[in-house]
């Protein structure tokens, strides 16, 4: 089932205010270094709000001098209707924006994407996941607890996918909420729905078209239902994902990235 999150990000300010994400206070070369300690707690206190209000914040604390955005896809994917309040949810209308601010944003270099979702709706999530596969700077995905349903898609979506051990991937049919016409026009729309998710896991992923319609109808894995879910290594033996790793691997790999690029 596909549908959405309530993880609000907030829209970018591009006149590059403190109320700007990827706004990061500079000292002059005036200024003392005095002045530079006092800044350190404004600055980490201003990442743990980004953190606590959007999910998001900016890794540039590190030895290789790399700034990396970090995006997390969490709860179920909202799609075109509000999910209830007491639901996690990621919202694609904060999401996109953000996603072209990074790509417009010459100081980001590289994008970490951080998945625990359980889906939801097809057409936010595809939106996100073409957007990310767009994007001209490097990008790794990370799949910890799980990335079900529509995940799968957002998963491959990036230049190199990583998957913790413990986590799991459902892959399934497409389900539609509300009333449903039984004719033969409801099927074929379903079946053009379907073609684009497995178009786009195929095409950025090791894994053919027509495997992943045999894990989608598998009937001896699920007790009620249709579908398939591959634990950690397995999703990597399908090659759905490209290598077992946590976010130490994952992020190795996009400072590799960022120096080659």
Do not use: W
């Not at 997390?72 to 994917?77: C, D, F, K, L, P």
């Not at 998710?197 to 894994?207: A, E, L």
């Not at 579908?227 to 590799?256: F, N, T």
Request: charged share 20%; hydrophobic share 35%.
């Amino acid at each position: 089932m596909i549908q959405e999150n309530h993880t609000v990000y907030k829209s970018v300010n591009q006149k590059g205010t403190e109320n700007d994400p990827f706004y990061r206070p500079t000292d002059s070369a005036s200024e003392s270094t005095e002045s530079n300690h006092s800044n350190q707690p404004h600055k980490q206190s201003k990442t743990a709000e980004q953190i606590r209000e959007n999910g998001q914040c900016i890794l540039e604390d590190n030895s290789h001098h790399d700034t990396i955005y970090l995006l997390s896809i969490i709860g179920e994917v909202e799609g075109h209707e509000c999910l209830a309040s007491n639901l996690k949810s990621t919202k694609y209308e904060h999401v996109l924006p953000q996603l072209a601010a990074i790509e417009d944003n010459k100081k980001i270099q590289g994008l970490l994407m951080l998945i625990n979702t359980v889906g939801g709706d097809v057409e936010a999530g595809l939106a996100i996941a073409e957007m990310i596969a767009s994007l001209s700077i490097p990008t790794v995905s990370l799949v910890l607890g799980g990335s079900h349903s529509i995940g799968v898609p957002l998963a491959v979506s990036t230049n190199h996918s990583f998957i913790v051990p413990t986590a799991t991937m459902m892959i399934h049919p497409v389900r539609m909420n509300g009333t449903i016409i039984g004719v033969r026009q409801s099927y074929d729309y379903f079946k053009r729905i379907q073609d684009r998710i497995v178009g786009f896991i195929t095409r950025h992923s090791n894994i053919c078209e027509q495997r992943v319609l045999e894990l989608m109808t598998d009937t001896t894995t699920l007790t009620r239902d249709v579908g398939s879910i591959l634990v950690g290594e397995q999703a990597v033996q399908e090659g759905i994902i490209d290598e077992m790793g946590g976010i130490k691997e994952a992020l190795a790999y996009l400072y590799q990235q960022i120096e080659q690029s």
